[in-house]
Every structure is written in structure tokens, then in C-alpha cells.
């Protein structure tokens, strides 16, 4: 069931039988991965590779460039440990089979020869997928070269976040990447638009009907959204120096989660009016200021490798947004990621209004938080509705409890198979559309330029103290806990 409105970008009951026959003529017949030798593909890609050859939808040859001149051999082996350190190696054939398909390009991107090995690489390939696993300052140089060697013509290009590191980069790099690719060929990934517990806030608010009357400013105190890491850096020091927690996930995934929760619904059945949507919503927050965003900087930050010695990048941050529109006019929305926080664990908590009158002792606010819709996103995903009910006894006093919905279902693709999987076949649904990418950035525009120093905190903490007095005239933070996954 595809709409008329939506061919070239995907819709809502994606794959289904008729999708696919339709878009067989269309699928990629080869997937290049620069950047084969670095950590995404050695992290994420390799393992998705190999679950989309288990699951049989990965049929192409699979080309590896990189900087190294790495044999055949070496490629593969690097395969092989990537699957094994993701998981365990369940399935020897189509670990045979994806190997088979592997071919090694090594050479500098800035050289020609590079792309015309690669040429020779792909044989006859007529479509392929190119995806950029790599440093953000080498895209334009990748894409400009497969435009020279005629790597373009008919081809895709998956390119990974950040896109640009402000919004003038960003259009750069847009207006680069279409003069080499038309529009409808460029995949943006946000890995986080692939993984099944956010494309669930999508579903679970416009499949409901008790939900839309109370989801706006009458109803909704505040929103907040927590990505929390337990872990630092992990040897990405030099990356991070270079971007920070707001250009690394604020920018991108947790304003993919806020545009979820806050659009409209979409004028119709299909990817592109969701797409409309949520665009609309990053073009109605209110651009950040330096009194909004509280930004901190774990102990131990400094002596990472790659790492200057007086760095000020800010590992947390947290912030208060406002979104001006008539849903949501006045409420206030908090977002706060970080690394080496007291947990991993990322959670979305809608704080409902108190009821208008106390007529129980117990009533909120005096007690606790609010009756609170909350969404688990990772490392499980649950969604979960905070009602108080009455404790048995003479007293009319009661407690908190949440009905819990929980649905982890098992064999769900990785975020990476998904989207790796839908942009092999030309299907735009799960990736950000560049307008909607330039008006983030803008958001962004005044707090990458002017902002407060970043705060010490210590490893194991929920961040500095700073966080707190942000939030604290609409209450506290809500700390996911950690639960086995
Ligand atoms: C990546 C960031 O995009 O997302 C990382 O670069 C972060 O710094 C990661 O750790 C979080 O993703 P996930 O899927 O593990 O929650």
C-alpha cells in the first residue's frame, strides 16, 4: 500500500508484498563501504552485513575501500572478528557467503586511482550503494571523486551523521552531495530512526485515539528525554574533540525522538507527510540560548588519547527547549545525554499536568512526580503509564503505580540491517531529509558559538550539579535506572 504522494520516499506499511516487486528493478547491485578498515564498520556494519546474508536479503558484492593497503585476506578476517566480538558465529554458511562476496579497494580518497580500482572493482554493477563510514571532513572529497570516476550515475550514497557541524556546513555539504547525486539517492542515516522502540513513538501515537486529546500544552507539564551512557569515550577522543555531546547526539538522535513526540499527524498515509511533520517541528524551536544548555565534562576527560590538555568540549549537556507552536506553546522540554553517567540507558518521560484541585492529601504535586507517560527506548524498550490508584484502608491515600507495556520482540532487525537494508532498496522513510537536518542546525546556531564553560562531574554521576538548577523550576530530572536488558 504505497500513496500516490509518497512513491520515491517510502511509506508507513513499508515492505509490503507490492513494495518490493515494485522496487526489485530498482535494488542496488553492489554496497561499497568507505572506511572499511575503521570502527563503524568493524562495530556496526560488518555485524548487520552478516545478519542481512543470514536473514538471505543481502545478495550483492560487498566492496571495502579504505586508506590501507590491506589484502583481500585481511578484510575478511577483519569481518569475521567483527561478528564475533558483536555476538557468536551461528550460521558458517552465510558467514561463508558473505565472505565470498568481499572485495578490498586500498588508496587515498584524494587520489583518481582510487575510484578507478574501485571501478574495476565493481565489474558490471549498474546501481550500487555507496556508504560513507567516515570522518565527516572526507565526504566531500569521496563524494567529488565518485562523480569524477562516473561512480554516480544511477548509484546511492548512505552518508553518516553528523551531517555538517553547523548549518553552514551542512548546506555545503548538501549542495556538494547534489551536484554529484539527486536527492531522491541521498540517505541520511540517524541510526536511531532504524531502532524499533523509537519507531514505536510514530506508531503508538497516531494507532491510539485516548492519547491525541491530552497530548499539547493542556494536558503536558513537561517532556523529558534522557540518553545516558555509563561508559566515556571509548578511544573516539579525537572524534570527539571535534564534535562534542551536542553535535554527537543532541543535534541528531534526541531531536529525532523530539520531533516524534511533538509533530502533528501526518496529512496522510505515507513516509513523506511524516517526513513534512517533523520538519515543522524543528522549524518551530526556539533557538537555543546560552542559559538553555548546560554543558559538562567528565573527570579523567582531559588524559583520553586524542584529547587536548585543556580541553573545554562538553561530554554532557543539557538542555530546555521551547517548541512555538499552538500544541505546544509554553511547555518546557529537557533533553540530557552524556558519557560516564550513572547508567546506560535512554528514556523519554511525558509529565502530565496535577489535577486542578487536591482533594487527597497525597494529591501531587506535594508528592511526587505527576501521572507521567514514559517510553523506554534502550537498552529494552517498554512503554509504561503512572496513574496513582488507593491503598486499601480507611485513609484516602494511594500510590503510583505503572501499567507497563512491555514488547520486546525477538529477531528484531538492528537499527543498521534496517537501514542499511531500506536504503539498498531506495527506500527513503527512516532517514532525515535535508531541511529538516538545516533547521536543527539553526536551533543550534547561537550555543555552538557563544557558550558557558563545561562543568567538571564526576564519573558514575548523573552530571553536574548545574543540570539540576535548570530543570528545577518544573521539577527534577527522572533517571532511568539500569535493568537487565
Ligand atoms: C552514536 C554516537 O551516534 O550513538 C555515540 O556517536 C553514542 O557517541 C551512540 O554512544 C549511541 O547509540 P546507541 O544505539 O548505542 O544508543
Known sequence: ?????DSAQGNI???????????????????VIFGATGDLARKMIFPALYAMTKRGVLNVPVVGVAGSQWRQAQLRKQVTDSIR????????????????RLRYVGGDYNDPATFTALKQALGGARRPAHYLAIPPALFATVIRGLGAAGLADQARVIVEKPFG??????????????????????FRIDHYLGKEAIMNILYFRFANSFLEPIWNRNCVASVQITLAEDFGVKGRGAFYESAGCLRDVIQNHLFQIVALLAMEPPAYQGYGAVHCEKAKVFQAMRPLLPDDVVR?????????????KDSDVETFCALRLFIDSWRW???????????????????????????????????????????????RLSPNAAVALAARVKRAGKEFVGDQRELYLLDQQPNAETPYERLLG????????????????????????????????????????????????????????????????
Open 296 to 308: 559538562g565534562q567528565y573527570a579523567g576527560y582531559r588524559k583520553e588519547p586524542g584529547v587536548a
Open 1 to 5: 500500500m504505497k500513496s500516490k504522494r
Open 329 to 375: 506553546e509554553g511547555v518546557p522540554w529537557y533533553l540530557r545525554s552524556g558519557k560516564c553517567l550513572a547508567a546506560t540507558a535512554a528514556e523519554v518521560l511525558v509529565e502530565l499536568k496535577p489535577p486542578p484541585q487536591k482533594l487527597f492529601d497525597d494529591s501531587t504535586p506535594l508528592a511526587g512526580r505527576a501521572n507521567y507517560l514514559r517510553f
Open 85 to 100: 566480538q558483536a555476538g557468536r558465529i551461528d550460521d558458517r554458511d552465510a558467514l561463508k557467503r558473505l565472505l565470498s
Open 13 to 31: 506499511h513499508h515492505r509490503t508484498k507490492s513494495n518490493n516487486v515494485a522496487d526489485a528493478a530498482d535494488a542496488t547491485d553492489a554496497l
Open 422 to 485: 531500506d536504503a539498498m532498496a531506495g527506500d527513503g522513510a527512516l532517514f532525515t531529509r535535508q531541511d529538516a537536518v538545516e533547521a536543527a542546525w539553526a536551533v543550534l546556531a547561537q550555543v555552538l558559538d557563544t557558550r558557558h564553560r563545561a562543568h567538571r562531574y564526576q564519573p558514575g554521576s548523573w552530571g553536574p550539579q548545574q543540570a539540576n538548577a535548570l530543570i528545577a523550576a518544573d521539577g527534577i530530572w527522572h533517571n532511568p535506572i539500569q535493568e537487565a536488558p
Open 165 to 186: 557541524r553547523d548549518l553552514a556546513s551542512a548546506r555545503e555539504l548538501n549542495r556538494i552531495a547534489l551536484s554529484v547525486f539527486a536527492e531522491d539517492s541521498i
